[in-house]
Each structure stands twice: as structure tokens, then as C-alpha cells.
């Protein structure tokens, strides 16, 4: 997580993960003030999410094939946002639709993008 990334102001980088099932991703709060978070209607059905606390590192492993959307909670608004592949899977059509942030959307759809090539 950082305040300023390659793709400008509040960003995750990498912002897109291709894993395997049960792999596990470090989020790290490089820059302070950063969360890690999933995006409601943006995880495989059946999970719960997670949601870490500000400024701390939380690693977590994925173990349900499918796409995960996450956000920093407070830079949610400025398009701070990143989406996780595991295994085979393809992206669910509800994603698109997924209420969110003017600035998020943009930054999701080229994810979207990058996700299906
Ligand atoms: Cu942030």
C-alpha cells in the first residue's frame, strides 16, 4: 500500500495477483494510513472476507478459486483499490455492477480488463 504508486496517488502495487489456490498474500502497509479490505459482492461465494486495521500488515491465504476485489477502506474514494485471481475462474458479471466509488470504477474496469486477457 502506498501513498504514491507508478499509477499516480493511493495505490496497491502490484494491483492485480494472479495465484494458486491456497496461496497466501502479504498486504503490507509500506506508506501509513493504508487498509486491506475485500469489496462487498467481490469475493467467491461463500467467503467471508477480511478486513485488516490501519497500518497493520496482514497476511491471509486464498483458498476458494475466484476473483477477489479489495479496497483500502479510508482511500476507497480515490480509486485505492486492487483485485486478486485464484486458480481458474472467470469473472462473475455482478462485479461490474458492484456499487462503488466514482473514482473506483475506472480503476476496477481495468482490472476487469487485465483479468480476462
Ligand atoms: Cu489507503
Known amino acids: 500500500m502506498l501513498n504514491r504508486g507508478e499509477k ?5 502495487e502490484p494491483d492485480f495477483l494472479e495465484i494458486t489456490a491456497g496461496d497466501r498474500v502479504r498486504f503490507v502497509p509500506t506508506h501509513k494510513s493504508h487498509n486491506a479490505a475485500t469489496v462487498e459482492g467481490m469475493v467467491p461465494e461463500g467467503v467471508e472476507g477480511f478486513k485488516s486495521r490501519i497500518n497493520d500488515e496482514l497476511e491471509t491465504g486464498f483458498d476458494k478459486p475466484g476473483f477477489y476485489g479489495i479496497k483500502c477502506s479510508p482511500h476507497y474514494g480515490m480509486g485505492m483499490v486492487m483485485l486478486i485471481k485464484v486458480g481458474d475462474a472467470t469473472l462473475p458479471q455482478s462485479y461490474r ?12 474496469e481495468e482490472l476487469f480488463e487485465r483479468a480476462e486477457k
Open 8 to 12: 499516480g496517488p493511493m495505490v496497491f
Open 97 to 108: 455492477t458492484v456499487d462503488m466509488p466514482a473514482r473506483a470504477k475506472p480503476r476496477f
